[in-house]
């Protein structure tokens, strides 16, 4: 069984204090790991990135910050209070529930699904409640069209839709298998999802700024807009509709903070005890990826020991990433998704930790308007076109045949060259325009091949 950092339950006791002395609250920036990590992200932030971050090592806070804007259109900025939608980070309270009412004798993990909710179809019963909890239950048809509106018409759907494979044949990763787990702790315990949570789950943990997705208010300055869109402009994120099949799966928000409060609560025992603790923190049983709402990594000499969980919508994501070797938590929240950070954060962050090379973001240069005016409009390649236009501080391609990215923003490192960064792949895209001839460009592509024009 992996362990998490034995005493990490003394850093918890540390952060007992009032909301207003709350150090999980506070943006920090400690010694010179901190300042790296803080310098990095910095860089990030002027490239795209926009969320909170918080790094523990040795059971005491490096880096706690916010970055980017919580609010655009009011210019509130991320701090270590910016509560985040943290979309499937919310299957690890929904997996611990289960585990809590199977030490209570509520339920048995190798009960069928039937026996809590109801008879099923011949050709549907058996699976177990703990193969819902690895996602290899078989009972849920990837596309399946179910009902939001209640617990009762989303279990009727579940029932009556095709088996996609027997119980515990393959594991396929699944929403809507922990919103029947949320059915089941709602059938087990007499308490609402929301309200099992509350008591059983937030406050056991300590967690203060935990809330529902039905629950966050349009105005707060400490919840986090999200936001999409494209080099051309921002945009809001779209609706994200609190319903069954996504009840269980997702939709509380919190801070980093508190991801990190609950993390402890769990060593210290405050959550789960044994054995049920155990399972929590054992690799799954093949064909598993996951148990319980986390995903957990034996190590090897090559691949350090690892618990990880991420969350993800159109507009906000999360990761909770953990060593418990190298006593190190990273956990980050983002609400800004024209750029998908989490390859480079999930990269960037441990390695800079563990004192492993990073590739350096280029220092952004600011250009006057009239200069990045100047580059925008048609050039030509060949007999194909290629237009840029200018955005604030960059510029963008169009859409175009020369495979020129048309999701990049070009920021520049001077007047002639300009950096495009990826952090989907962690890729660069370099443009330049000649010193001589502005009317010329070259643009050295990632995969490297290299693009010339002029107008």
């Known amino acids: 069984m992996l362990r998490l950092l034995a005493g990490l339950g003394l850093a918890f006791a540390a952060t007992q204090s009032s909301a207003q002395t709350d150090s999980l609250a506070r943006d920090r920036v400690v010694g ?3 300042a790296e990590l ?5 860089r990030f932030a002027e490239y795209g990135f926009s969320g909170s ?5 040795d059971r005491h806070i490096v880096l706690l910050k916010g970055y980017g804007l919580a609010d655009a259109a009011r210019g509130v900025r991320n701090s270590a209070a910016t509560r985040f939608e943290q979309n499937s980070l919310t299957k690890m309270f929904t997996g611990a529930s289960i585990l809590q009412l199977a030490a209570a004798g509520r339920l048995k993990l190798d009960d069928p699904v039937e026996r809590h909710l109801g008879e099923f179809p011949a050709g549907k019963r058996g699976a177990t409640i703990e193969q819902l909890t690895t996602h290899t ?3 849920i048809m990837e596309g399946s069209d179910l009902a939001g509106d209640t617990r009762e018409a989303f279990v009727r759907d579940i029932k009556q839709l095709p088996r996609e494979a027997a119980p515990g ?3 396929r990763y699944t929403n809507a298998g922990y919103s029947l787990l949320a059915a089941i702790i709602e059938i087990a315990s007499g308490q609402t999802y929301e309200e099992y949570l509350r008591e059983h789950i937030f406050a056991s943990a300590g967690m203060r700024t935990a809330a529902f997705r039905d629950q966050v208010p349009a105005h707060d300055s400490l919840f986090a807009h999200g936001y999409v869109g494209t080099p051309a402009g921002l945009e809001p994120g779209p609706p994200n509709p609190y319903a069954w099949g996504t009840r269980g799966a997702g939709g509380v928000w919190t801070t980093v903070g508190d991801i990190y409060r609950w993390l402890v609560s769990v060593e210290d025992g405050a959550i789960v005890a044994e054995p049920q603790r155990t399972l929590l923190f054992t690799p799954p049983k093949p064909p598993a990826e996951e148990a319980f709402g986390w995903h957990v990594t034996a190590g090897t000499p090559a691949i350090r020991a690892r618990i990880d969980k991420g969350g993800g919508s159109d507009d906000f994501a999360s990761q909770l990433l953990y060593f418990p070797n190298e006593r190190v938590a990273i956990i980050w929240a983002s609400n ?3 750029q998908r950070w989490r390859q480079t954060l999930n990269q960037a962050l441990p390695a800079i930790v563990f004192g492993d090379s990073v590739p350096v973001l280029p220092r952004i240069a600011v250009l006057p308007r009239d200069v990045l005016t100047e580059y925008s409009g048609r050039y030509f390649s060949g007999g194909t076109t290629l237009v840029f236009r200018a955005g604030k501080n960059y510029l963008y391609a169009e859409a175009n045949t020369l ?8 920021f520049p490192e001077d007047r002639g060259n300009f950096t495009g960064y990826d952090p989907a792949t962690r890729k660069f895209t370099r443009l330049h325009f000649t010193r001589d001839d502005r009317q010329a460009f070259v643009i050295d592509l990632a995969n490297g ?3 010339e024009g002029r107008r």
Do not use: C, H, K, T
Not at 38 to 42: A, F, H
Not at 53 to 57: A, E, P, Q
């Open 449 to 451: 091949n290299r693009v």
């Open 137 to 139: 239950s078989g009972l």
């Open 336 to 338: 800004n998704l024209r």
């Open 53 to 57: 971050v918080l790094v523990i090592r």
């Open 169 to 171: 044949e393959q594991y």
């Open 38 to 42: 803080d310098s990095r992200l910095s």
């Open 403 to 410: 495979e020129v990215p048309a999701n990049l923003m070009f």
């Open 32 to 34: 010179a790991l901190g």
